[in-house]
């Protein structure tokens, strides 16, 4: 029997049908996926295995009870609060939260201990679409729906790669713009991504150029009177001012050539359907705000919103960003859409909560939070469902900064995180699949997150471990038996979001039964009492401001600053989620790109130095990092890209934001992770080598970046000076101390090849030389395990002697790109044929841009070969 639940991952939110044995399937009747998954979802099924969980509560590394661990988090929080009060104490929590875990953290901190200091990896994430909602629209709402997307003429795609970050909502755009050619598409990236290969016009923007391009559409728009005068006269405030700011703009800002910017802007003006996506291109900017207001701002002119078909649309990151927004996840926000600032939203709040005080200001954001610990001004913090050790900028100051902390919780699902490394107590939480709950998409629609798996070991939801401590610390008001409970306060709350005016309305579910909430079917909101439910919001011209208007805002580009150095843009890889505790499980999604990478123009990389498959070292003032040279045109010229998944877990210099020292947006406070100033040079190997082994290896060489396989693990690694014993080095980068070795050296080459064999199968294979190695790792990685003889496990490059698959394409059937390769030179002319040939692209379909890419440049589109 299968459970219908959501996927765990992005904000498209997809329906999935899981089974306790691990099958996963896109729920056919869940209106975000309709039955598609992609790479990442259909691979959930792999990561449900308890290697590596947290599985009971531990003070200071060792196991204990619940109730010594929440009695000691209970005891400091309270400690810390009168000896120093409220504010000294903090939780950072995350957009992965299901919306009950969020609104009782919420719930505790702001009404309860008094303070707002409790902020969100959103923050990272959501803070400038929040803060861009809320200046043009009174409150923080995302007007369109997903159908919106397929019913516009144009989608423009503005700082998103949404074919590996949305990919659902990418393959439903690809559908529609094959059923409807003439559906146009415009991608706006400093980089060409896989998202590329889907539009109809690439707009290589100059970083941070996209306030002077839509300031320049905004001059344009009114130059060609295509400016909707009733709709304005009757709906929007500020036009004026803001279409001045325009008018002060140059768009040759944008970087952009003035043929392309007129092209765009035809384009745009004479579409009536236009959709403008946005995601963390424009969010985590030092303008990141502005560059949301001057999208909004166009469609605000033109009326083009919360109509079928039109719409700006800031897609979500996480699962459950859009509820913990609901909720007042951030330090500026009360649940519900409502403000701190407003002394009777705050008094309404306290009442319904009959909460003992309620907090009278924003708390810390979340750089300043770090800041706050690194200074010493919090004594106690909770961090919950997130690794800021990885994620934050200037990670390793935030490491020690949480170091820094006297005393520091983290309720994580695995034992070991890179944030989780330096708590004083870690608290086991049940995962994906072991709890329940509700989470909001990117188009408002709140979906169940159902149980299918028991909580393994003493593991416990988020929601009941921070309300037993709650009820430690003293509070009524947490005795909650179930997320449904939970959830009908919340939805009760909302009541007050009405009262005020505001959007966010859920009184329709206010009295959902336990039953009710147990089948609860998606459902977008708002969900009035009186059943009026409305897919999208501002069709009406109603606002949220006092007087009913949206207000356009006027916007200024940053000033371009001179840099000694290269701008680094970090993001996204297709198949890995953040810092990999869950992807990182599947050796499926690990073989796509196995190693932390710099993208680098070709001629940066020969300015520099640096040949294929070379190292690249980056430093800042803060920290470094080492990573694989990518060579490739599809950054431009000094500027890189870096994946920010890579971690101290699973690599030994790959995790990029030690390097990221990143200004922040003004009113947001979101750091601006897409441009950090860094210096990049070779990075001087004596010797490069691949390992393959039955056991986990660690990374622990100057270069070291490991990840699963089937057979144990592998790992790519180089070192600075040439070890004095190969043996030793072998068994020590592959973890096997016993077995007899076999080593095999050409002295001409410098290759040296180890084999280690543990009664009479293959442990560990090491491969080591001073270039970058080129041998078939898929063989080296199939022969463990294996009784092959150890000098023929090492003889030859391709092991095995089967062909070498390359870089895997196609996760669903491990189609590597070396296979696609042979697929084309035989005459493969379509997506199609290459998947009627080698099977890539016919489950999840997430590959589709590469494979259509690979058909269009006929050469590798992504390969950490
Ligand atoms: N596979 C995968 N999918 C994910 C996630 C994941 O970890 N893995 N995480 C999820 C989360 S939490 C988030 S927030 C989303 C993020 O989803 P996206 O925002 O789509 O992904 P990113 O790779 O962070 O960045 C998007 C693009 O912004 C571009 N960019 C950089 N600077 C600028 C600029 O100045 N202007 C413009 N116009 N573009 C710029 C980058 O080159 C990059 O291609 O993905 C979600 N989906
Ligand atoms: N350089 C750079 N840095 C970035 C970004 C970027 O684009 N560039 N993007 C930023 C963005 S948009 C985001 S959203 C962040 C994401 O960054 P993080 O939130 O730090 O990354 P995750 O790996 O998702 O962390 C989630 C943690 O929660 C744990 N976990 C999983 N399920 C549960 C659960 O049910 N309960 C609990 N308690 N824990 C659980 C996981 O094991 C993991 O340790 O990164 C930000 N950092
Ligand atoms: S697009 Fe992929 S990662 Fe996002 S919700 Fe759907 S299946 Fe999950
Ligand atoms: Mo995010």
């Given at each position: 029997?299968?459970?219908?639940?959501?996927?765990?991952?992005?904000?498209?939110?997809?329906?999935?049908?899981?089974?306790?044995?691990?099958?996963?399937?896109?729920?056919?009747?869940?209106?975000?996926?309709?039955?598609?998954?992609?790479?990442?979802?259909?691979?959930?099924?792999?990561?449900?295995?308890?290697?590596?969980?947290?599985?009971?509560?531990?003070?200071?590394?060792?196991?204990?009870?619940?109730?010594?661990?929440?009695?000691?988090?209970?005891?400091?929080?309270?400690?810390?609060?009168?000896?120093?009060?409220?504010?000294?104490?903090?939780?950072?929590?995350?957009?992965?939260?299901?919306?009950?875990?969020?609104?009782?953290?919420?719930?505790?901190?702001?009404?309860?201990?008094?303070?707002?200091?409790?902020?969100?990896?959103?923050?990272?994430?959501?803070?400038?679409?929040?803060?861009?909602?809320?200046?043009?629209?009174?409150?923080?709402?995302?007007?369109?729906?997903?159908?919106?997307?397929?019913?516009?003429?144009?989608?423009?795609?503005?700082?998103?790669?949404?074919?590996?970050?949305?990919?659902?909502?990418?393959?439903?755009?690809?559908?529609?713009?094959?059923?409807?050619?003439?559906?146009?598409?415009?991608?706006?990236?400093?980089?060409?991504?896989?998202?590329?290969?889907?539009?109809?016009?690439?707009?290589?923007?100059?970083?941070?150029?996209?306030?002077?391009?839509?300031?320049?559409?905004?001059?344009?728009?009114?130059?060609?009177?295509?400016?909707?005068?009733?709709?304005?006269?009757?709906?929007?405030?500020?036009?004026?001012?803001?279409?001045?700011?325009?008018?002060?703009?140059?768009?040759?800002?944008?970087?952009?050539?003035?043929?392309?910017?007129?092209?765009?802007?035809?384009?745009?003006?004479?579409?009536?359907?236009?959709?403008?996506?946005?995601?963390?291109?424009?969010?985590?900017?030092?303008?990141?705000?502005?560059?949301?207001?001057?999208?909004?701002?166009?469609?605000?002119?033109?009326?083009?919103?919360?109509?079928?078909?039109?719409?700006?649309?800031?897609?979500?990151?996480?699962?459950?960003?859009?509820?913990?927004?609901?909720?007042?996840?951030?330090?500026?926000?009360?649940?519900?859409?409502?403000?701190?600032?407003?002394?009777?939203?705050?008094?309404?709040?306290?009442?319904?909560?009959?909460?003992?005080?309620?907090?009278?200001?924003?708390?810390?954001?979340?750089?300043?939070?770090?800041?706050?610990?690194?200074?010493?001004?919090?004594?106690?913090?909770?961090?919950?469902?997130?690794?800021?050790?990885?994620?934050?900028?200037?990670?390793?100051?935030?490491?020690?900064?949480?170091?820094?902390?006297?005393?520091?919780?983290?309720?994580?699902?695995?034992?070991?995180?890179?944030?989780?490394?330096?708590?004083?107590?870690?608290?086991?939480?049940?995962?994906?699949?072991?709890?329940?709950?509700?989470?909001?998409?990117?188009?408002?629609?709140?979906?169940?997150?159902?149980?299918?798996?028991?909580?393994?070991?003493?593991?416990?939801?988020?929601?009941?471990?921070?309300?037993?401590?709650?009820?430690?610390?003293?509070?009524?008001?947490?005795?909650?038996?179930?997320?449904?409970?939970?959830?009908?306060?919340?939805?009760?709350?909302?009541?007050?979001?009405?009262?005020?005016?505001?959007?966010?309305?859920?009184?329709?579910?206010?009295?959902?039964?336990?039953?009710?909430?147990?089948?609860?079917?998606?459902?977008?909101?708002?969900?009035?009492?009186?059943?009026?439910?409305?897919?999208?919001?501002?069709?009406?011209?109603?606002?949220?401001?006092?007087?009913?208007?949206?207000?356009?805002?006027?916007?200024?580009?940053?000033?371009?600053?001179?840099?000694?150095?290269?701008?680094?843009?970090?993001?996204?890889?297709?198949?890995?989620?953040?810092?990999?505790?869950?992807?990182?499980?599947?050796?499926?999604?690990?073989?796509?790109?196995?190693e932390?990478?710099?993208?680098?123009?070709?001629?940066?990389?020969?300015?520099i130095g640096v040949g294929?498959a070379d190292l690249i070292q980056l430093s800042?003032?803060?920290?470094r990092g080492v990573f694989r040279a990518?060579?490739?045109?599809?950054?431009?010229?000094?500027?890189?890209?870096?994946?920010?998944?890579?971690?101290?877990?699973?690599s030994s210099a790959g995790?990029?934001?030690?390097?990221?020292?990143?200004?922040?947006?003004?009113?947001?406070?979101?750091?601006?992770?897409?441009?950090?100033?860094?210096?990049?040079k070779r990075f001087a190997a004596a010797w490069y080598g691949f390992a393959?082994?039955?056991?986990?290896m660690q990374p622990n060489r100057p270069y070291a970046a490991v990840?699963?396989?089937?057979?144990?693990?592998?790992g790519e690694v180089a070192g600075i000076k040439p070890p004095p014993d190969w043996e030793a080095e072998a068994r020590a980068i592959t973890a096997?101390?016993?077995?007899?070795i076999?080593t095999l050296h050409d002295a001409g080459s410098g290759l040296v090849r180890v084999?280690?064999?543990?009664?009479?199968?293959?442990?560990?294979?090491f491969f080591a030389s001073p270039r970058p190695v080129?041998?078939?790792?898929?063989?080296?990685?199939?022969?463990?395990?294996?009784?092959?003889?150890?000098?023929?496990?090492?003889?030859?490059?391709?092991?095995?002697?089967?062909?070498?698959?390359?870089?895997?394409?196609?996760?669903?059937?491990?189609?590597?790109?070396?296979?696609?390769?042979?697929?084309?030179?035989?005459?493969?002319?379509?997506?199609?044929?290459?998947?009627?040939?080698?099977?890539?692209?016919?489950?999840?379909?997430?590959?589709?841009?590469?494979?259509?890419?690979?058909?269009?440049?006929?050469?590798?589109?992504?390969?950490?070969?």
């Open positions: 029997m299968s459970t219908s639940t959501t996927c765990p991952y992005c904000g498209v939110g997809c329906g999935v049908l899981a089974t306790r044995d691990g099958t996963i399937k896109g729920d056919p009747d869940h209106p975000s996926n309709f039955g598609r998954l992609c790479s990442k979802g259909a691979a959930l099924g792999e990561t449900l295995g308890l290697e590596g969980r947290l599985l009971a509560p531990q003070i200071a590394g060792r196991k204990t009870g619940w109730d010594a661990a929440l009695d000691l988090v209970a005891k400091k929080f309270t400690d810390a609060i009168s000896d120093h009060g409220p504010n000294s104490v903090a939780f950072y929590v995350s957009g992965q939260f299901l919306t009950e875990d969020y609104y009782v953290a919420n719930k505790l901190m702001k009404g309860y201990i008094g303070s707002a200091n409790i902020d969100t990896n959103s923050r990272l994430c959501m803070a400038s679409s929040v803060a861009g909602h809320i200046r043009a629209f009174g409150t923080d709402t995302v007007p369109g729906t997903y159908e919106d997307l397929e019913q516009a003429d144009l989608i423009v795609l503005v700082g998103s790669n949404l074919a590996w970050c949305h990919p659902v909502l990418y393959q439903r755009i690809a559908a529609a713009k094959e059923a409807r050619p003439e559906l146009t598409v415009v991608n706006i990236d400093p980089r060409r991504t896989a998202t590329t290969q889907l539009a109809d016009l690439h707009l290589q923007i100059a970083p941070d150029g996209d306030i002077a391009l839509f300031n320049g559409l905004l001059s344009y728009l009114v130059d060609t009177q295509m400016i909707d005068l009733a709709y304005v006269h009757d709906h929007v405030s500020n036009c004026r001012d803001a279409v001045l700011a325009a008018r002060a703009t140059d768009p040759l800002g944008s970087g952009l050539r003035a043929q392309d910017l007129r092209t765009f802007y035809r384009l745009w003006a004479g579409t009536e359907k236009v959709v403008t996506v946005f995601s963390q291109g424009v969010n985590q900017s030092r303008c990141g705000t502005d560059k949301v207001n001057a999208i909004l701002n166009c469609h605000l002119v033109t009326g083009r919103i919360g109509k079928p078909g039109m719409g700006p649309f800031s897609v979500t990151g996480q699962p459950n960003a859009m509820g913990g927004r609901e909720v007042g996840g951030l330090a500026n926000m009360l649940a519900c859409h409502l403000d701190i600032a407003n002394p009777d939203h705050r008094m309404a709040v306290q009442n319904a909560w009959q909460s003992p005080t309620i907090c009278t200001r924003p708390g810390l954001k979340a750089v300043d939070l770090f800041q706050a610990c690194a200074d010493g001004r919090i004594k106690a913090l909770w961090i919950m469902s997130t690794n800021p050790a990885v994620s934050m900028p200037d990670a390793d100051g935030v490491a020690r900064a949480i170091a820094n902390v006297p005393f520091t919780v983290v309720t994580d699902i695995m034992a070991r995180t890179d944030t989780g490394d330096l708590a004083g107590v870690l608290l086991p939480a049940a995962g994906w699949g072991e709890k329940s709950g509700t989470v909001t998409n990117s188009e408002r629609r709140i979906s169940r997150q159902r149980a299918f798996l028991p909580a393994p070991g003493m593991a416990r939801p988020d929601w009941d471990i921070i309300s037993d401590v709650a009820r430690r610390m003293g509070f009524q008001g947490f005795e909650y038996d179930s997320p449904a409970a939970i959830f009908r306060e919340y939805a009760r709350l909302t009541e007050l979001s009405v009262t005020f005016g505001k959007d966010l309305d859920l009184t329709g579910l206010s009295d959902l039964s336990d039953d009710g909430y147990e089948t609860l079917a998606p459902v977008q909101w708002p969900v009035p009492r009186d059943g009026m439910a409305r897919g999208r919001f501002f069709g009406n011209g109603q606002y949220f401001h006092t007087g009913g208007k949206a207000r356009m805002i006027p916007t200024v580009p940053p000033q371009v600053e001179t840099r000694d150095g290269f701008l680094l843009n970090t993001g996204r890889i297709r198949d890995q989620w953040h810092t990999m505790t869950r992807t990182g499980k599947s050796p499926r999604l690990s073989r796509h790109l196995a932390p990478y710099i993208e680098i123009h070709p001629l940066d990389a020969a300015d294929p800042s003032s803060h920290g990518l060579i490739a045109d599809k950054a431009q010229r000094g500027q890189l890209f870096a994946p920010m998944h890579w971690t101290r877990q699973r995790w990029v934001n030690a390097s990221v020292l990143c200004g922040r947006d003004p009113v947001s406070g979101q750091p601006a992770l897409k441009s950090a100033v860094v210096q990049a393959a082994s039955a056991a986990p990840s699963l396989t089937d057979t144990g693990s592998r096997i101390s016993d077995g007899t076999s084999a280690i064999t543990v009664n009479d199968r293959i442990a560990a294979l080129a041998l078939n790792r898929d063989a080296v990685v199939a022969l463990i395990g294996t009784d092959t003889p150890p000098l023929q496990a090492l003889a030859g490059r391709s092991g095995s002697g089967r062909a070498d698959a390359g870089a895997v394409i196609c996760s669903c059937f491990s189609v590597g790109i070396n296979t696609l390769r042979e697929a084309l030179a035989a005459g493969a002319t379509s997506v199609e044929a290459l998947g009627a040939v080698t099977c890539a692209g016919t489950n999840c379909g997430s590959c589709k841009p590469e494979l259509a890419a690979l058909l269009s440049v006929a050469r590798l589109p992504m390969a950490a070969e």
